[in-house]
Nanobody, 119 residues
Framework: QVRLVESGGGLVQSGGSIRLSCVASGSIFSIKDMGWYRQAPGRQRELVATISTEGTTNYAETVKGRFTISRDRPDNSLYLQMNNLRPEDTAVYFC?????????????WGQGTQVTVSS
C-alpha cells in the first residue's frame, strides 16, 4: 500500500507561482511513474505532468513552459513548480503513483490540494 499526501496549495493572483509537494509513504520501494493531475469543478480529472523513474517528463500542452515536475529518489517525493499561473489553472491537484504488483498495474492517489488563481 502507498499513501500520498499533497501540500502547498492555496490562493494566488494571476501570474503568480506555487510549488506543490507530494510525500509518499508505505510500500514505496517499487513505485514506477508518478504524476500530477487536476480536476476543476464540473470537469473530468486531467493529466498535468508525469515523470518516470528515469526522469523522463511529460506535460499537458496547456502547462508546458510554465510548470515543472520533479522527483526525489529514493523517497519518491514529488513536486510541481507552477509559474505564471492563470485563472484556468484553478483546480484540485492530485498526486498519483503507479506500481506493478504481480503483473497488475496499481494506481494510488492522494487526497488533493486546492489551487485557486484569482484574476
Amino acid at each position: 500500500q502507498v499513501r500520498l499526501v499533497e501540500s502547498g496549495g492555496g490562493l494566488v493572483q494571476s501570474g503568480g507561482s506555487i510549488r506543490l509537494s507530494c510525500v509518499a509513504s508505505g510500500s514505496i520501494f517499487s513505485i514506477k511513474d508518478m504524476g500530477w493531475y487536476r480536476q476543476a469543478p464540473g470537469r473530468q480529472r486531467e493529466l498535468v505532468a508525469t515523470i518516470s523513474t528515469e526522469g523522463t517528463t511529460n506535460y499537458a500542452e496547456t502547462v508546458k513552459g510554465r510548470f515543472t515536475i520533479s522527483r526525489d529518489r529514493p523517497d519518491n517525493s514529488l513536486y510541481l513548480q507552477m509559474n505564471n499561473l492563470r485563472p484556468e489553472d484553478t483546480a484540485v491537484y492530485f498526486c498519483k503513483a503507479q506500481k506493478t504488483v504481480l503483473g497488475d498495474v496499481l494506481d494510488y492517489w492522494g487526497q488533493g490540494t486546492q489551487v485557486t488563481v484569482s484574476s
